[in-house]
Structure formats: C-alpha cells, structure tokens
C-alpha cells in the first residue's frame, strides 16, 4: 500500500526542520522534544472527561497514575477499566505526553482510564517498567472499589514501548491468575529486541523512528544483553501464549515494528487466543499521536476505542 499522502506531508515538513534525533541529544532533552511535538499534532483533550492524580504503590517507591472517567457516567458507578501505559521506547514520554490518548479512550469507548507514570531508563533499566505496571495492575485488581473501578473487568494496552509492557503484564496476568484482566489493546508494539526485521531494513530512515534510534532505547532499557530474549522484555520469546486473554493488535505498513508485531499476532493465533489485527497500510509508527493531523489517526483511535468496549462492556457477564 502506498504511504498515505496526509502522513507523507509531515515526513517532509519533519525532513525540512531536520530537528536532531532522539540519541543524539541524550534522554533528558529527548524527553523534552518528545512533550513538545506531542501538543500540535495530538489535539486537546476532549469534552466530558474527568481527571484525578495519585499516586499507588511501587516496588520501588510511589507510583504516579492518572484516573480518567466520562463525565457522563455517575461519579459513584463502578466502570470497567483500561490501564495504560505509554510509548517512547522505555526512555521518554510521560502522562502528559499521552494524556490527550488516555482521555479520548475513556470518553469513546466509555470506560475507566488508569494511565500509569512508570519508572524510564536509562536511569532506571529492566525490569523496572515492567515491575511499575504490573505492581500498577495488582494493585487496581485489589483496590478497585476504592476508586470507582468494576475489579472484575480489567483491560491493559498501549502504544510502542507501552504496548510491549502490557503484552508482557498479560503473559504474567495469565500465569498469576488474575482473571480480572480481560483484554489486552497494543498499538504498534515492541515485541522483541532486535533491530534486524525486513521491516526494520525497509524503514530504517526516513518514516519518523530510526532502526538507529530504536537501538539507542533498546540498548537504553536493556544494556545487559541477556536480557534482550526474557520474555518479560521481548514477549515474542515467551514460552507459550496460551491462555493469556483476548488481544487486538494494531500495526503500520511503514513501520520499523511492523514485521515483530505480526509475528505476535500469529504467535497469538497459533496459541488459540483470540485476537483481531488492524493494519493501518499507509501509516508510519507513532500516528495515533498526531490525531489533530491525520485522518486515519482519528478511525483507529475510534476503532480501539470501540474494540475496548465490546470487550469490557458488551461482552462482560
């Protein structure tokens, strides 16, 4: 498929700008530059939504999470829940970089949002993400009364970097047995740590991430590398999928992951799960973060949020 014409016109306006790239600058100004161009191009926070910052328990300290609700659901009614967790290759991004995302999935498919502040590398490498979310996903699954939350209907997704998380608190999901988690929505993701993927040969320059700074977060979160192939890093190398709960994968056709997240999505088929695959053609990885720009952004939005909604309202018993 052909590179949408709406996502090639940002190519080219980014290709004038030429602004410096991720490695290049080291994560905390990476961290900054991600924030910034996140405003533009995500759009505002949409109508009817309600917020609240906490903070819960961590394995290394208090985690900072942000609660989100429709406005139109009674403040005292316990609504099934999405958590999320962010993109930026384990290195940047925040809840404010993703909040306008958080926010529309709540309000469009009508659900609970726990977007979660995990812990970032290179300061804190794996498995401390992972250790943050799951102990965020524990902890909803305990406490979810206390913050208007239906315990009993948990999903967990997110973009890139956070979809590879949350792919991987579904595999330990399943082996804890916690059956509360009842789906799982990954957008885009990193499911293994290797650069070398035909996907990554045909897109390694010149369509938004770099097969360079894709490595530079790889080598950011895991510098041990025998840790490239836990599954809990690179859910691809997980011994087996069966059982964990039903997933809906999204990819891009000019993506440097697309190839890793097809192959989690057969992964997923061959181990019985049921799982639906979008690929977006002609979109590149990131898209759903420049809403305010792309139409296609806006469907798939729309297309998860309503995939979250069969699974956590129409179909819950």
């Not at 609700?69 to 962010?86: C, G, N, Q, W």
């Not at 069966?242 to 997933?247: I, K, L, N, R």
């Not at 590149?284 to 297309?303: C, D, E, K, Q, V």
Request: hydrophobic residues 45%; glycine residues 10%; aromatic residues 8%.
């Amino acid at each position: 498929m052909a590179l949408d014409p709406e996502v090639k016109r940002l190519l080219d306006i980014a290709a004038k700008l030429n602004p410096p790239a991720w490695e290049s600058v080291g994560a905390v100004a990476a961290r900054e530059m991600f924030l910034k161009s996140r405003g533009a191009s995500g759009g505002r926070r949409p109508d009817g939504v309600v917020s609240s910052d906490r903070t819960i328990p961590g394995p290394a300290g208090p985690i900072p999470v942000r609660l989100y609700r429709p406005a139109s659901e009674p403040a005292d009614k316990a609504l099934p829940a999405l958590i999320y967790v962010h993109g930026g290759g384990w290195v940047i991004g925040d809840l404010e970089s993703h909040d306008v995302t958080a926010a529309r999935l709540a309000v469009f498919a009508g659900v609970a949002v726990m977007s979660v502040d995990y812990r970032l590398a290179p300061e804190h490498p794996f498995p401390a993400a992972f250790d943050d979310v799951v102990a965020a996903l524990r902890w909803l699954a305990a406490n979810a009364a206390t913050v208007g939350i239906d315990g009993a209907r948990l999903a967990i997704g997110g973009d890139s970097a956070g979809a590879n998380i949350a792919a991987s608190a579904a595999i330990l999901a399943r082996d804890e047995g916690i059956a509360a988690l009842r789906f799982q929505l990954l957008s885009y993701p990193v499911t293994d740590a290797v650069t070398t993927t035909e996907s990554y040969q045909l897109f390694a320059t010149g369509y938004g991430l770099t097969c360079a700074s894709m490595q530079w977060f790889i080598d950011c979160y895991l510098p041990n590398e025998a840790d490239r192939s836990d599954w809990r890093a690179a859910p691809l190398h997980a011994a087996s999928l069966q059982g964990v709960c039903p997933a809906f994968v999204m990819t891009c056709g000019y993506d440097p992951l697309r190839d890793e997240g097809r192959a989690y999505v057969r992964r997923l088929n061959g181990a019985g799960v049921r799982v639906d695959h979008v690929e977006f053609g002609g979109m590149n990885h990131g898209f759903l973060g420049s809403y305010a720009l792309l139409h296609t952004a806006r469907r798939a939005i729309a297309t998860a949020a309503l995939a979250l909604r069969e699974a956590l309202i129409e179909r819950a018993g």
